[in-house]
């Protein structure tokens, strides 16, 4: 049984990826740990991660991975703990795990040996779990911080916000901890939904979602609908059309730097000529030569309905080498997003401007730390953003 007056070292505010993580290490630096969660049960979106099988790192993680307002912030803490340092917490648990591709590391079995793990982890450290509390809110009274959550007030030292983001809701996202920064008049950066599905709408809907459940490896940018920002990374990986529009890797990775008007640019054969066969003297230039080359870098499905959009007006060499452009940077228009109850992850949070890239703790709160996706960090899809919940976790947890 708690003692209500009791006050802790550190009262840490979500049990998720970032919030174990912190509460273990603080745990082992000696300081008394309260971690509260609102949930039945600690890591509920680890378990789901990387398709049940958590992509818990990515070995080529660099600064260049992650968005934020200050893209310079992340770099502190992610020096300080590495994907490496995550691999020797995993091998020494002696979990199972393999590197899938681009640097990938997933679980072989299940990712609740992740959970398992950093449970233990807490135990070992004396860390004092309560699930089922929901916090309410965080206030600053003479010698620290007051916690108070659905089950009464919890008196602080220090408090560490690791509530996450708003991205899935039924898997207990809330924006309290965008609610607590406020309060303590930190700047936001507005929430977004980010590595989620894009949607096309009217006549491009109609013709796209006719082949639902087609993917394709592609390259995927966005195109910024005002030549006043700047070009977005581009990705090659693999697009999916949905029933909605556009999903798979590439198409989540480009829109995480979607804004609204702005459109998506494929290419679906990337550094392939594709129709040059074509132009060459005597080749036959009819419908069935066309979409036989194309079949040969994309599905069936795909090219036929591809090229129902794109047939070239006549077979003149001109039109024949416009297709091969169009086929390199096809540009559809997106209407919106599926929004937070499909994406993986929030882009935006709490200001980087207003922490210290050391600490994690708000510049003009000392005591007071943000860690993990609730704060204006977020990462490429890939295992990068449990890299940041690790390496904020823990950049947090040496200044406790
Ligand atoms: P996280 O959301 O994990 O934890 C926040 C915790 O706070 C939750 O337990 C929540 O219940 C709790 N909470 C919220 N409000 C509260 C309140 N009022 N009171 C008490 N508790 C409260 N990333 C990656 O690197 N590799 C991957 O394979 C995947 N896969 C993936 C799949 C899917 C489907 C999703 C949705 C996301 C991913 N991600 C991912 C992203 C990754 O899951 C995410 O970036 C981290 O979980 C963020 O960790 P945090 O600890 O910051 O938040």
Redesign the pocket.
């Given at each position: 049984m708690q003692n209500p007056q009791q006050r802790w070292d550190t009262v840490i505010?979500?049990?998720?990826?970032?919030?174990l993580m912190c509460a273990a290490e603080a745990g082992k630096r000696g300081r008394s740990v309260l971690l509260?969660?609102?949930?039945e049960r600690?890591?509920?979106?680890?378990l789901?991660?990387?398709g049940g099988r958590?992509?818990?790192?990515n070995l080529d993680s660099k600064p260049a991975n992650f968005l934020s307002e200050n893209p310079h912030f992340a770099k502190s803490a992610l020096s300080r703990y590495t994907p490496q340092d995550f691999v020797a917490l995993v091998e020494k648990h002696r979990i199972p795990y393999h590197h899938k591709t681009l640097g990938q590391l997933f679980c072989d079995g299940s990712a609740q040996a992740i959970v398992t793990m950093l449970e233990a982890e807490c135990r070992e450290a004396r860390v004092v779990v309560q699930g089922r509390?929901?916090?309410?809110r965080v206030s600053r009274n003479a010698d620290g911080f007051a916690v108070h959550?659905s089950a009464g007030v919890r008196l602080a030292r220090t408090v560490v916000v690791?509530?996450?983001?708003l991205?899935?809701p039924k898997?207990?996202?809330?924006g309290?901890?965008y609610d607590i920064a406020r309060a303590f008049g930190l700047r936001m950066v507005e929430p977004r939904a980010a590595l989620v599905p894009l949607t096309l709408a009217g006549d491009a809907l109609e013709h796209w979602a006719a082949i639902a459940g087609v993917s394709a490896e592609v390259t995927a940018t966005v195109i910024p609908a005002t030549k006043r920002r700047a070009s977005a990374p581009i990705f090659r990986e693999k697009l999916l059309f949905t029933h909605r529009g556009l999903s798979g890797p590439a198409v989540l990775q480009a829109s995480s730097y979607r804004e609204p008007g702005d459109s998506v640019r494929l290419d679906l054969a990337p550094g392939q000529q594709v129709f040059t066969p074509l132009l060459a003297p005597g080749a036959r230039r009819d419908e069935a030569s066309t979409s036989a080359l194309l079949r040969a870098h994309v599905s069936q499905r795909l090219s036929d309905r591809w090229l129902r959009a794109n047939a070239p007006p006549d077979w003149k060499n001109r039109s024949l080498e416009q297709m091969e452009a169009t086929l390199h940077a096809w540009t559809l228009p997106i209407a919106g997003d599926e929004g937070f109850s499909k994406?993986?992850?929030t882009r935006g949070g709490v200001s980087t401007s207003d922490l210290d890239s050391t600490t994690m703790q708000a510049r003009g709160v000392p005591g007071l730390a943000f860690?993990?996706?609730?704060v204006d960090v977020t990462?490429h899809l890939?295992?990068?953003?449990?890299?940041?919940?690790w390496a904020s976790a823990v950049a947090a947890a040496a200044a406790l």
């Open positions: 505010l979500g049990a998720g990826a970032a919030g509260l969660e609102h949930g600690a890591g509920r979106k680890i789901i991660s990387g958590c992509n818990f790192t509390t929901a916090v309410e959550t690791a509530t996450g983001g991205s899935i898997m207990g996202a809330t309290i901890g994406a993986e992850v860690i993990g996706e609730v990462g890939g295992g990068h953003n449990f890299q940041w919940a």
